[in-house]
């Protein structure tokens, strides 16, 4: 079945450095979706990604997706403590979605 | 947005005791509703896909008996706990896809944390 990983599992970074999460699948994925998740809260949509090599920004958060189409990445710039919480990717195939592993971060003031 | 509600948000039960978890779309009509399943910093696992009116479609492994998905409404599913045991004290969360042009995007409930005594 569809399996998408995400490395780094943690990580624990001072305010104002930046931040990068990778999501790896070992299947061809339709599209790549990203999630934020507060400790304690819900999953928040963030953005879809639907092309080969597509590159989309929201402010301080940059989002790609793989010119294959297997992996993708977000990165944040000068993280600021209210960006921490976990960070999803995850991708519909067969009408459902499923969720990459997932990377915690944390950001020290 | 798009507004999905789940309730209750934390429900303490006995073993051997039902629980049942409502999840609600307030302003918008869902065709397709998803149950998930969250462990303690764990990713979501699906559990089962609820569609209106029909059966749910249950993911390999979860036992259709033990997690009973209703989806009797286009704004409505629930998913009821039988016979809930300790192991599944969990984070339920259900999330919904809009009826009109599909963005993709899932909008998901609050949440609803069971503690199985």
């Known amino acids: 079945g569809q399996q998408v990983m995400q490395i780094p599992q943690y990580q624990h970074v001072q305010e104002g450095e930046d931040f990068t999460t990778y999501c790896n699948s070992s299947t061809t994925l339709s599209n790549i979706q990203w999630y934020k998740q507060r400790p304690g809260g819900h999953p928040v949509f963030l953005i879809q990604l639907v092309k080969s090599g597509e590159v989309k920004k929201q402010k301080r958060l940059t989002f790609q997706f793989g010119e294959a189409k297997k992996n993708s990445s977000l990165h944040i710039t000068a993280t600021q403590t209210t960006d921490v919480g976990t960070y999803f990717c995850?991708?519909?195939?067969?009408?459902?979605?499923?969720f990459g592993t997932g990377t915690r971060l944390l950001v020290s003031p | 947005g798009a507004v999905v509600s789940q309730h209750p948000s934390r429900v303490i039960c006995k073993s051997g005791t039902s629980v049942k978890i409502e999840c609600r779309s307030l302003d918008f009509q869902a065709t397709t509703m998803f149950w998930y399943r969250q462990f303690p910093k764990q990713s979501l696992m699906l559990m089962a896909t609820s569609n209106e009116g029909s059966k749910a479609t249950y993911e390999q492994g979860v036992e259709k008996d033990k997690f009973l998905i209703n989806h009797a409404s286009l704004t409505l599913s629930t998913l009821t706990v039988t016979s809930a045991h300790p192991e599944d004290s969990s984070f339920y969360i259900c999330?919904?896809?809009?009826?009109?042009?599909?963005?993709?995007?899932?909008?998901f409930g609050e949440g609803s944390r069971l503690t199985v005594l």
């Open positions: 995850a991708s519909t195939g067969f009408q459902k979605l499923v």
């Open positions: 999330s919904a896809k809009t009826r009109g042009v599909d963005t993709g995007e899932l909008f």
